[in-house]
């Protein structure tokens, strides 16, 4: 016999409001590629990077070159090489938003940086090839190796 209650389906409100903020962290796999992207460009020397910033006297902070430089590889190996579809990307792709610790910077911001940064970034690659050059020869049970257990 049917039931007169009609059927049944879980609470379903887009406006609710959140009582916490989110965890950025719990919206990724523990594999997922932006990791990988991320834990490269930690170890990163950006030195170089670094000391082309003259704005310690004042003016509006800068968005931080390492967030930029992820952003930056990660669409690139996604295919995503567009600065307006990067920063499209910040609000709409979860990985790009974990990356960027949920900043948006602007399409002309991510053009300039890897405008202004062109010069540097050969050297910039070349350690990121370096470091997963690395990760691959490395035992897969080791940690810190994608697919691998997380470093501690």
Known sequence: MPSSKGPSFR???PKQNVLL???LNEWLPEDHLARVVADV???LDLEPLLATYRNAEGGFPA???RMQLKVLLYGYSVGV???RRLEKATFEDVAVRWLAADQHP???TLARFRVRNLPLMDGLFHQVLTQ???RITRDPHQPGTPGG???S
Do not use: A, C, G, L
């Open 63 to 65: 968005f931080h070159p």
């Open 149 to 151: 257990p997380p470093e």
């Open 106 to 108: 602007h399409f002309t």
């Open 81 to 83: 090489v567009s600065s």
């Open 11 to 13: 609470k379903y409100d």
């Open 21 to 23: 903020p989110p965890n």
């Open 132 to 134: 997963i050059r690395q």
């Open 41 to 43: 460009v930690n170890h």
